[in-house]
T-cell receptor, first 112, second 113 residues
Framework: GQNIDQPTEMTATEGAIVQINCTYQ??????LFWYQQHAGEAPTFLSY????GLEEKGRFSSFLSRSKGYSYLLLKELQMKDSASYLC?????????????FGAGTTVTVRA | DSGVTQTPKHLITATGQRVTLRCSPR?????VYWYQQSLDQGLQFLIQ???????AKGNILERFSAQQFPDLHSELNLSSLELGDSALYFC????????????FGQGTRLTVV
């Protein structure tokens, strides 16, 4: 099975940096995803890591350490519109396991 | 707009009834995933289809079933509905079985009363 942990809530100030950690314990691993979800809306894709290291995409960066079962999402230059839930998801490995297991999500509140 | 279309957007029905949720994937995507998101359980994977065939199953109840048609659209059928089935149901699609990115539709909000 999959066990994915991330903090429930985080608060930060506009213009600041926030790091959302995600730890996972899975029976197999074939990639880690980060999604952003505003309340009542669809999750939108932010990043994908399958190899160790940092992936940077504009104000968002994601890091993966497979040996530690650990990832983080870094949000820089926070804007009010970044207030949302951030979901960490892991894809298992195997011909019949191409599905995403999601963490419960981290609600980020950006304050002025 | 992700390119994934779900209908209806909202659905209110009574306990014991049966409903069908519909999903049209992005043009060219062969893989369709169904997820359930409730307040107390987060986003849960239900089932995946690839080019018409079932590929993976998650925590899908026996009262729920799905299929993917030759034109690649998919339907999720929920029967003998219970109050606890009230949730947001999302469909997602990707180009390959395990593509690097899945695109989510806007969801169907099901309320069972």
């Amino acid at each position: 099975g999959q066990n994915i942990d991330q903090p429930t809530e985080m608060t930060a100030t506009e213009g600041a940096i926030v790091q959302i950690n995600c730890t996972y314990q899975t029976s197999g691993f074939n990639g880690l995803f980060w999604y952003q979800q505003h309340a009542g809306e669809a999750p939108t894709f932010l990043s994908y890591n399958v190899l160790d290291g940092l992936e940077e995409k504009g104000r968002f960066s994601s890091f993966l350490s497979r040996s530690k079962g650990y990832s983080y999402l870094l949000l820089k230059e926070l804007q009010m519109k970044d207030s949302a839930s951030y979901l960490c998801a892991v894809r298992g490995e195997g011909t019949n396991d191409y599905k995403l297991s999601f963490g419960a999500g981290t609600t980020v509140t950006v304050r002025a | 707009d992700s390119g994934v279309t779900q209908t209806p957007k909202h659905l209110i029905t009574a306990t014991g009834q049966r409903v069908t949720l519909r999903c049209s994937p992005r043009s060219g995507d062969l893989s369709v995933y169904w997820y359930q998101q409730s307040l107390d359980q987060g986003l849960q994977f239900l089932i995946q289809y690839y080019n018409g065939e079932e590929r993976a199953k998650g925590n899908i109840l026996e009262r729920f079933s799905a299929q993917q048609f030759p034109d690649l659209h998919s339907e999720l059928n929920l029967s003998s509905l219970e109050l606890g089935d009230s949730a947001l149901y999302f469909c997602a699609s990707s180009a390959e079985q395990g593509g690097t990115e899945a695109f989510f539709g806007q969801g169907t909000r099901l309320t069972v009363v």
